[in-house]
């Protein structure tokens, strides 16, 4: 059976992008067709300004969200990544074999190091050095699949060349992964601001749904979506962004393919009547889930012990295995 890992990090609250763009693909698919791992990436989230208890916070909510959107512990693994020392213990391993000038070449580097700096404050070395421990994420677990949204597809892209060189170098150790797509909603933009992505971490809220925004605030942020000058509904995701990711959106909840919906609405209100509808009946089920995961804290708790245990005998041999090949 294949082998897939993927994660989120618990930077924020888990936006539609990240269950449209990822979550749902693992429910429906990952989670049946292959030995699948999902783990809260909590190192992740120390690469940029933090709050401890913050973090912590988020970690639970991300956790108790992934078992309420629908991974069954019975079915794959669901654990927190600092709960694993693998993941650490490898990713050094991995800093000596991939090289700067490929961390600086990396998008979201490029991205977040702007926006740190912008912001006043320094770029840890753990933000660029951020790609090799997503490497070390994949790798540690013989890894065949990586199922993320295109803003990913970078990182899983140097996972493999990493793989592929130290296999050259030290003998084979790695399995070389490979990036999935979601196909339609592979990249969820910002509601406010089309052109970028809904990114949990960002700082225009009123642009990203949030998986636990009740009812009634999905509504107002679909219905104040920025939209484009022109006012027949065509989906053109360069020339009209904002209706081709409302269009996207309500594809994604209903099924549909967003050319086919563009030819049913002759209005943009219409449109985001219909969008804000259908997800709002998309999270309708993962809400309830939660606020009933919410009420059994010891099972939460549960997932997540038997999760590290299973997570940390899978990734152990493969990490030893890299330790001696490498000299060690
Ligand atoms: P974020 O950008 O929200 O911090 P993460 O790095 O935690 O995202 O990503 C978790 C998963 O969600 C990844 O597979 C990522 O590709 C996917 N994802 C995140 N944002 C979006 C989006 N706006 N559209 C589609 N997929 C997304």
Redo the contacts with the bound molecule.
Sequence with gaps: MKRVF????P??H??L??Y????RRWVAVDQHQADALFSVVDLHALTVEHDPARVRRLSRQAATLLLAAGLDPERCTVFVQSHVDEHARLSYLLECVATDGEMRRMIQYKEKAVRERARGGSVRLSLLTYPVLMAADILAYGTDEV??????AQHVELARDVAVRFNQRYGHTFVVPRATS?GV?????NLQEPTS?????DDVGPGIVYLLDEPDVVRRKVMRAVTDSGRDVVYDREGRPGVANLLEILAACTGGSPEALSGAYESYGALKRDTAEAVVEVLRPVQERHKELCADPGYVDGVLRDGADRARAMARPTVDAAYRAIGL
């Design positions: 993927s994660g989120v990090k930077t924020g888990l936006t992008g990240n449209l763009g990822a979550m199922p993320v949204g295109e803003d990913q979601p909603a592979a990249r969820v933009m992505k809904m990114g949990k971490s």
